[in-house]
């Protein structure tokens, strides 16, 4: 009779456990409060130096940079018109604020590489496979939605918000307003394009199914207005519109992700 090379499953009071080789790594479950604060530190200076180049990195480009983002905000206006400044330190530090938020877009895989180095440890075995797809879906995501918000709905919005526009009455934008909603709206937009990552993850470990998302689409309707009225930066419909339906539009990926890559069932897999 042939002896299995492979101890059996453990059991608990409540139900089995699964077999050693799908279980955390020793070292990391054994790791001590301090010890997971040193691990923290750690990821942390590393995120914070990647974020500090890229920082670095982009005030040498500065100009081209704020030129990128504000030249074409500046055609919108009308005939004329460009954005004012009425601090003494005010442009020059809407240029060093513009220089950390494309830096930052710059270290994001540096960042979310370290995150996923923080959480591994506390993974299954067969879970960590997952790291490049971790780090590739939500750099991918990220950019898109900040670029997203970059050529789409920040322009849509301005334009809106410049047509007002009378015979008495002209739009004289702050350099400081302006930049400061041209970053909520880039931030929040890569915040939300992560919803097919997310959803790629549960469907993976088996949390949610494509029919289920099917299922409670019209509460996730209205939860995804909602989300769209706390995230706009602006109080006005079209820009919560314009987050909407972005997320409307996500949503509906995110079931054919769930559909395409979620955990199949025994008949599911053999069919």
């Not at 504000?70 to 060093?96: D, N, S």
């Not at 591994?120 to 918000?149: C, D, Q």
């Not at 002209?170 to 931030?187: E, N, T």
Request: aromatic share 18%; net charge positive.
């Amino acid at each position: 009779m042939a002896v299995s090379a492979l101890p059996p499953p453990r059991r608990t009071d409540d139900a089995y456990v699964e077999p050693y080789g799908d279980e955390p790594e020793d070292s990391a479950s054994k790791m001590s409060f301090l010890e997971h604060l040193d691990e923290l530190r750690k990821r942390l200076i590393v995120s914070v130096s990647a974020i500090a180049g890229g920082f670095f990195i982009c005030l040498f480009f500065i100009d081209r940079i704020f030129a990128f983002i504000m030249v074409p905000l500046q055609q919108a206006l009308p005939k004329g018109g460009k954005f004012i400044y009425t601090e003494p330190t005010e442009a020059f530090m809407i240029q060093i604020k513009g220089a950390a938020l494309v830096g930052l877009i710059v270290a994001a895989p540096v960042v979310l590489w370290q995150l996923w180095l923080f959480i591994a440890p506390g993974l299954y075995a067969n879970e960590k496979r997952f790291a490049i797809p971790f780090v590739f879906m939500t750099t991918f995501f990220f950019v898109g939605g900040a670029l997203f918000s970059h050529f789409v709905a920040f322009p849509w919005s301005w334009v809106f918000f410049a047509s007002f526009t009378t015979n008495y009455m002209d739009f004289l934008p702050k350099i400081g307003p302006v930049f400061s909603l041209y970053a909520k709206m880039m931030l929040a937009f890569g915040v939300i394009f992560q919803m097919p990552t997310l959803v790629f993850f549960l469907a993976r470990f088996g949390l949610v199914t494509a029919r289920l998302l099917i299922r409670y689409f019209k509460y996730a309707f209205l939860v995804i207005f909602i989300i769209a009225a706390v995230l706009s930066p602006g109080t006005d419909v079209v820009s919560q519109l314009m987050m909407a339906v972005p997320m409307l539009l996500l949503y509906l990926i995110s079931i054919v992700v769930a559909w395409a890559f979620g955990k199949r069932k025994p008949r599911e897999a053999e069919a």
